[in-house]
Each structure stands twice: as C-alpha cells, then as structure tokens.
C-alpha cells in the first residue's frame, strides 16, 4: 500500500520559514517525480512545484516566485519543500504527490498525501 505522510506545517508569522517533509513508502521512489500543491480554503487545488526522480529537474509555478525549493532526498525515500519569506497568502493546505513523469497537471499524479496545514499569520 502506497503511502504518502506530510509532515511540517504550522503556523508562522509572516516572513518565516518552514520546511515540509514527505515520506513515502509502498513504491519505488526514485522512480517517481514528486511534486507539491496546496489548497487555500475556496479555492482550487494549485501546482507549487515538482522535481525528477533523479532530482536532476525541477518545476516552479510562477508565484511564489523563487521563494520556495524544492528537493529530494531518494535515499531517505522523502521529498521536502523549502518555504521562506512566507506570506498570508501562503496559507493553505499542502500535499505532496508522486506522478510517472514532471508535471504540473494534478490529474496526472498517481498517489496523494492526506496534506499538513501551513497558517502564516500577519
């Protein structure tokens, strides 16, 4: 069973920073692009970034601009997203997902995490 755990939100004042983590297990992961969205109350489900299985690629939606890496460790089967200088509008729910290929289409991906709130507070 695929299996894909969330973990390092919270909440923050606005411009901090937090690391989120992801861990899977039940699939080979470094043969998966990984990749995360968020999800802002009343809002739809949004691309944030996605990197190779070799990490040798990554994928940025256009905001939040170059605050926000992300980066993978294969070894340790996780997949973490670097947040800095983080903005109210930053708040949302944020889900790691595993796919076959880059991509930004959330439809495209096979397994999903079950997400870990972040709250930036003004």
């Known amino acids: 069973q695929v299996q894909l755990v969330e973990s390092g939100g919270g909440l923050v004042q606005a411009g901090g920073s937090l690391r989120l983590s992801c861990t899977a297990s039940g699939l080979t992961f470094s043969t998966y692009a990984m990749g995360w969205f968020r999800q802002a109350p009343g809002k739809e489900r949004e691309f944030v970034a996605s990197?190779?299985?070799?990490?040798?690629?990554?994928s940025y939606t256009d905001s939040p601009e170059a605050r926000f890496t992300i980066s993978r460790d294969n070894a340790r089967n996780k997949v973490y997203l670097q947040m800095n200088s983080l903005k109210p509008d930053d708040t949302a729910v944020y889900y790691c997902a595993a796919s076959q290929r880059l991509t930004r289409r959330s439809r495209e991906y096979d397994y999903w995490g079950q997400g870990t709130q972040v709250s930036v507070d003004s």
């Open positions: 990197v190779t299985c070799s990490a040798g690629n990554t």
